[in-house]
């Protein structure tokens, strides 16, 4: 396959304008919500979100460089890496997502269910595909290769990589902030870093194969429908973790503060006997 891209294109200039400066608008005033939310809320969590997201988006040329994505070049740039542009609002977009992270935290504090883990997953799903496959069908952007799920010009993939590495956001979340007081929770800033790559790679690494070896087209679908699966047992595991069995499956394991570690002279008593 190669790690070929398009040539160069670029968009119309009105959707140049709705996605430069409509999506900008829609990140800062996010952006100002979350320092609401810090200040007169007193919860910080949509702002560290907002912080991570924008961190995460610094591997946004790694992706569409695995993922053969070129975006239109009359885009203003954010910044370049591996050789591919990544356009000024793509920083925001990675930041509104990951505050998605928050809520789904909000709401796993109530309990985690299969349906409500498959119900956040799904509506991620849905939102990415109206998010990046109506700016894929508009030109904004491309994909290259032997791209399996493509449909309308756009790698369907997206959706479901997206899905998982944005909702397990908030399962780290109900992990990490009961036991990160003050300060200490400055390090849920690394949350969507390691939530989204840790999908994308876990679930899309048979997609990173189908994109980037010498494979037929029949094999990189069925390697999508793969990555497809990775991406739901992630989910499903996500449920599993949460949930763990009831302490009367466990009850035969030893109470760890309740051990007593031999001395010297009980190991010499044990062998004189």
């Known amino acids: 396959m190669g790690n070929d891209l398009p040539p160069g294109f670029e968009v119309d200039p009105a959707v140049l304008f709705t996605w430069q400066y409509v999506s900008t608008a829609i990140g800062?005033?996010?952006?100002?919500w979350t320092l609401y939310f810090a200040f007169a809320k007193r919860d910080s969590l949509p702002l560290l979100m907002f912080i991570g997201g924008l961190l995460l988006s610094l591997n946004d040329p790694l992706y569409n460089s695995l993922f053969h994505i070129r975006y239109a070049e009359n885009f203003p740039d954010a910044f370049v890496g591996f050789g591919i542009a990544t356009p000024a609002f793509m920083p925001l977009a990675y930041a509104g997502f990951s505050i998605v992270g928050y809520f789904v935290y909000r709401s796993f504090r109530a309990g985690v269910s299969i349906r409500k883990v498959m119900s956040f997953w799904a509506l991620i799903f849905v939102v990415d595909i109206i998010f990046e496959g109506i700016a894929s069908s508009l030109g904004a952007f491309t994909f290259d290769g032997n791209q399996p799920?493509?449909?309308l010009g756009w790698g369907f993939y997206l959706a479901w990589l997206n899905a998982?590495?944005?909702?397990s956001i908030g399962a780290l979340l109900l992990f990490m902030v009961p036991r990160l007081p003050g300060w200490q929770k400055l390090f849920l800033i690394a949350v969507p870093i390691l939530c989204h790559l840790g999908g994308?790679?876990?679930?899309?690494?048979?997609?990173?194969?189908?994109?980037n070896w010498d494979v037929s087209a029949p094999v990189a679908w069925l390697l999508g429908v793969v990555s497809l699966a990775l991406s739901l047992v992630f989910a499903w595991s996500i449920v599993a973790l949460a949930n763990p069995s009831?302490?009367?499956?466990?009850?035969?394991?030893?109470?760890?503060?309740?051990l007593k570690i031999p001395s010297g002279g009980d190991i010499q008593a044990v062998r004189g006997g």
């Open 28 to 32: 800062i005033l996010l952006f100002l």
């Open 200 to 211: 994308v790679f876990a679930s899309g690494w048979p997609l990173m194969i189908a994109l």
């Open 149 to 151: 799920f493509e449909i």
């Open 164 to 167: 998982i590495g944005f909702m």
């Open 246 to 258: 009831s302490d009367a499956e466990h009850q035969h394991l030893p109470d760890l503060k309740n």
